[in-house]
């Protein structure tokens, strides 16, 4: 998304919804794209990574993670000739460490093009990236989002848009996915800014619902 294509969302959405009318205005600027990952290899490590754990931790365990490589983010390839015990060393688990393996092979053997993903549709990119060990649809949407900037992505996995429409829409409870889903019907084809301003509601980052 381009600047302009930032300004048009903002308008569209501050006609159909006057919720986020009032977000924007609160919130200023949507922050998507200073959010972005340009290493789509970095973006899924840093997913991976960033797993079950608070942004304190994650951030800690991927400064000693890059500090293994003289503090340069490293390819699949520089990861993949790295031990096991120096990887745990760092703060990963055994099973995060399965799951960086199977990234790096998968761009290594070519199965996961990360290129290609670009000019894929949200769908099938999403089915390209869930077949890594350890990503599911919701890393693989945040990646759509932070790193592809695709516009119309609606994460219904995420604890803080549940919330977040909860509490600005006025639910008592919170609201099953079909309603997300259906106040959402008024945010395309810009979801993904649309759920910018609900997190930024919350003081919040996108947060996996277990």
């Not at 294509?5 to 903002?10: I, L």
């Not at 760092?90 to 790096?104: A, F, H, N, T, W």
């Not at 959402?184 to 910018?196: D, I, L, Y």
Request: proline share 4%; glycine share 8%; charged share 25%.
């Amino acid at each position: 998304m381009t600047t302009a294509d930032y300004a048009r969302a903002r308008r569209l959405l501050a006609r159909r919804d006057p919720v986020l009318r009032d977000l924007m205005r609160a919130h200023g600027a949507c922050g998507l794209a200073r959010s972005q990952h340009t290493n789509p290899f970095k973006a899924l490590v840093r997913a991976i990574m960033s797993q079950q754990l608070s942004v304190k931790a994650a951030a800690t365990i991927a400064a000693r993670f890059e500090a293994l490589f003289g503090g340069r983010f490293p390819t699949p390839v520089q990861v993949d000739a790295v031990s096991d015990a120096r990887l745990r060393g760092v703060g990963l688990s055994y099973q995060k460490i399965g799951y960086l393996r199977d990234l790096c092979r998968r761009i290594q053997d070519g199965s996961l093009r990360l290129k290609a993903i670009g000019k894929m549709s949200d769908e099938t990119a999403i089915e390209a990236l869930t077949q890594v060990k350890g990503i599911g649809r919701w890393t693989a949407e945040m990646f759509l989002m932070f790193r592809l900037h695709r516009p119309d992505i609606l994460p219904l996995g995420d604890l803080g848009i549940v919330k977040a429409v909860q509490r600005n829409y006025g639910f008592r409870g919170i609201p099953t996915a079909d309603r997300v889903v259906k106040i959402g019907e008024n945010w395309r084809p810009f979801r993904s800014v649309a759920c910018w301003y609900l997190w930024a509601s919350l003081k919040n980052a996108p947060l996996k619902d277990s």
